[in-house]
């Protein structure tokens, strides 16, 4: 758990990491690397983008991931297609979970959207059951906001 301090300061690392730059897959990969770093009891920290019906591995930090994910399925997909922020305390109890890293424990995404459209998702993953709460959800929300304003994105 981050402390209030240390929330703030992410995000102020986040805004100057973002700063001039537009480019969506180096902000990304960039975040992604951010986060890990700070955030304690994380596994696994990336982003998918979306390509029609599917979502398409994008830059990540962890062990390997799933490459394609359909709209819908498992967790990332579940996130972008009813396009909002899913928090799972137990992945092994979500019908579909896709396993990349079996010491995930919770997980939790958050669709990049762009206007109306949802252009990609924001996974981060624990070895810890119950790692995601409010604190998170509202830290990573940001993050995610503030990766699609500062970056060239194209909608889905």
Same mark, same amino acid.
């Given at each position: 758990?981050?402390?209030?301090?240390?929330?703030?300061?992410?995000?102020?690392?986040?805004?100057?990491? +973002?700063?001039?730059?537009?480019?969506?897959?180096?902000?990304?990969?960039?975040?992604?690397?951010?986060?890990?770093?700070?955030?304690?009891?994380?596994?696994?920290?990336?982003?998918?983008?979306?390509?029609?019906?599917?979502?398409? +591995?994008?830059?990540?930090?962890?062990?390997?991931?799933?490459?394609?994910?359909? +709209?819908?399925?498992?967790?990332?997909?579940?996130?972008?297609?009813?396009?909002?922020?899913?928090?799972?305390?137990?992945?092994?109890?979500?019908?579909?979970?896709?396993?990349?890293? =079996?010491?995930? &424990?919770?997980?939790?995404?958050?669709?990049? &959207?762009?206007?109306?459209?949802?252009?990609?998702?924001?996974?981060?993953?624990? =070895?810890?059951?119950?790692?995601?709460?409010?604190?998170?959800?509202?830290?990573?929300?940001?993050?995610?906001?503030?990766?699609?304003?500062?970056?060239?994105?194209?909608?889905?």
């Amino acid at each position: 758990m981050l402390q209030t301090d240390d929330v703030a300061m992410l995000v102020a690392q986040a805004r100057a990491l +973002l700063e001039g730059e537009r480019d969506l897959i180096a902000n990304a990969a960039n975040l992604a690397a951010l986060v890990a770093m700070m955030v304690p009891d994380l596994n696994w920290v990336g982003v998918y983008l979306r390509r029609g019906d599917e979502l398409v +591995l994008g830059p990540f930090h962890g062990k390997p991931a799933t490459t394609r994910i359909a +709209l819908g399925a498992g967790v990332c997909g579940t996130a972008a297609a009813e396009r909002r922020t899913v928090v799972v305390p137990d992945v092994h109890a979500f019908p579909g979970h896709i396993a990349c890293d =079996p010491a995930s &424990r919770s997980e939790i995404v958050v669709p990049l &959207r762009c206007g109306g459209d949802v252009i990609g998702v924001f996974d981060v993953d624990s =070895p810890l059951a119950e790692r995601f709460g409010a604190a998170e959800r509202a830290l990573f929300e940001e993050l995610a906001a503030l990766l699609v304003a500062g970056s060239d994105v194209t909608r889905a």
